[in-house]
């Protein structure tokens, strides 16, 4: 088992920034791919970012391109996401997820169905 929790959210106004955190504990953190995925109310949950178990390789989603930015700690057994420029489009409940790297190929991450454990989530809100 891997539980992760995310932390980092919050309301800020359109433009601002926020840096999402989610700490793993568990099983060995640098043998998962990690991402961020996004609820909206009303909206199915997508896919926001990825990076591989090593940080070797990273995916955007074009919505976030450019504004977005994933990292990970693997001595701290954390993954980040550094949110710049937000709008209110960025609205929404963000999670992390864990993939079994031996299991799932980079190519794969964009696929919520790819990742085994899940974070509870973390409000982000931008005002207008």
């Known amino acids: 088992q891997v539980q992760l929790v995310e932390s980092g959210g919050g309301l800020v106004q359109a433009g601002g920034s926020l840096r999402l955190s989610c700490a793993a504990s568990g099983r060995t953190f640098s043998n998962y791919h990690m991402g961020w995925f996004r609820q909206a109310p009303g909206k199915e949950r997508e896919f926001v970012s990825a990076?591989?178990?090593?940080?070797?390789?990273?995916d955007y989603a074009d919505s976030v391109k450019g504004r977005f930015t994933i990292s990970r700690d693997n001595a701290k057994n954390t993954v980040y996401l550094q949110m710049n420029s937000l709008s209110p489009e960025d609205t929404a409940v963000y999670y992390c997820a864990a993939a079994p790297s031996l299991l799932v190929t980079s190519l794969l991450l964009r696929l919520p169905t790819k990742y085994r454990y899940w974070g509870q989530g973390t409000q982000v809100t931008v005002s207008s």
């Open positions: 990076i591989t178990w090593s940080g070797g390789m990273t």
